[in-house]
């Protein structure tokens, strides 16, 4: 991968990496509930299980997946599924709920996430289908640049949102105001979810 295409591909994942998404709702809700430090598992999960996926699609598994129209659509429904599941547990969270504020999604949750994101997917198919290059490295190197590449760019990115929920905090004092934050969370992700069910 030449100098050009590396930039290219930076510029890429940075933008998607940024932008909002399922993940990235997830990471400011975990923030908002959690705090930054508790909220790092979750961080990294999202960042390395992405990673990951863009090498597995890139080198070749995630084309015969796309390829094949049932396999995607129980993925779509499999991913919109588990999101409206996250949602309501997401907008059912308050102060007073242990178990929710207590255990934020760690590494192997949030990592797994990522396979049942369709963004994910989007993001995945779309690098591979634009930046894999014929003839310029072999398949692996290429797909292993893009896992590294993409997860240098995703960790700031990705830890703004994390962040800004942490960061939004002291605004949510009360149970009241956690309580509509959180709830405001979970219905953007269940919005997500119809978006995608629509356009799918």
């Known amino acids: 991968m030449t100098s050009d295409q590396a930039a290219a591909f930076l510029l890429f994942a940075l933008v998607a990496a940024g932008t909002p998404g399922p993940s990235n709702l997830l ?116 797909a292993t640049t893009f896992a590294a590449l993409f997860i240098v760019a995703s960790l700031p990115c990705c830890f703004v949102w994390l962040a800004f929920g942490a960061g939004a905090q002291r605004f949510l004092r009360s149970e009241r105001a956690l309580r509509i934050f959180n709830i405001t969370m979970g219905a953007l992700l269940a919005a997500s979810v119809v978006l995608m069910l629509r356009h799918g």
């Open 27 to 142: 990471l400011t809700a975990t923030g908002a509930n959690a705090g930054v430090l508790r909220g790092l598992p979750c961080l990294f999960g999202v960042t390395v299980g992405m990673g990951v996926m863009m090498f597995v699609v890139a080198f070749g598994l995630g084309s015969v997946v796309i390829a094949n129209p049932v396999v995607v659509r129980a993925l779509n429904w499999l991913g919109a599924a588990f999101l409206l599941r996250l949602a309501w547990r997401i907008g059912a969270a308050g102060r007073s709920d242990a178990a929710a504020v207590g255990k934020p999604i760690g590494f192997v949750g949030a990592a797994a996430f990522q396979w049942i994101n369709p963004k994910s997917w989007l993001v995945c198919a779309s690098a591979a289908g634009t930046y894999l290059k014929a003839g310029s490295s072999s398949a692996l190197v290429q």
